[in-house]
């Protein structure tokens, strides 16, 4: 009885000290590759919520004019209050490719009588997909 009693007290206090990490906008801007499909905490700055409803709140990391993308998939909306708080997200993260704003589709790329050009110029994109969050800090 003992023994059974000292394994599951050591099971537990070895779950206890087990961190989830906390990523930064930052580090899943840069390292969504290896972070999508991921469930993940994200930490940022709440600078932005969507007029549509508060679907999609927009996180900065300290850098001006980088922001990460959160859609509320888990909850109905974002809360107004969300807006300059720091803010915990729990979510999954997602890859898009997106165009290269100036660049001309690819069917624009020949002239008459030859084929179009087979390339596109992308830029691989960030977002999480929201099942949860929590206010950090409030003004």
């Known amino acids: 009885m003992m023994a059974v009693a000292l394994v599951a007290f050591t099971a537990c206090q070895k779950q206890a000290q087990v961190q989830e990490t906390?990523?930064?906008v930052g580090?899943?801007?840069t390292t969504g590759d290896?972070?999508?499909?991921?469930t993940i905490l994200v930490e940022g700055y709440c600078m932005h919520l969507?007029?549509?409803g508060g679907r999609k709140a927009f996180l900065n990391g300290g850098e001006q004019g980088v922001f990460l993308r959160c859609n509320?998939?888990?909850?109905?909306a974002?809360?107004?209050e969300c807006i300059n708080n720091t803010?915990?997200?729990r979510g999954v993260v997602q890859a898009i490719d997106v165009p290269v704003e100036g660049q001309p589709a690819a069917e624009e790329h020949h002239h008459e009588g030859e084929e179009a050009c087979a390339f596109s110029s992308t830029v691989r994109k960030y977002y999480v997909n929201a099942l949860s969050y929590e206010i950090i800090t409030e003004e």
Request: with cysteine.
């Open 22 to 24: 906390v990523y930064s």
């Open 27 to 29: 580090d899943v801007l």
């Open 34 to 38: 290896s972070l999508a499909g991921d």
């Open 50 to 52: 969507c007029k549509h």
């Open 72 to 76: 509320a998939v888990g909850f109905e």
């Open 78 to 80: 974002f809360a107004p």
């Open 87 to 89: 803010l915990r997200v």
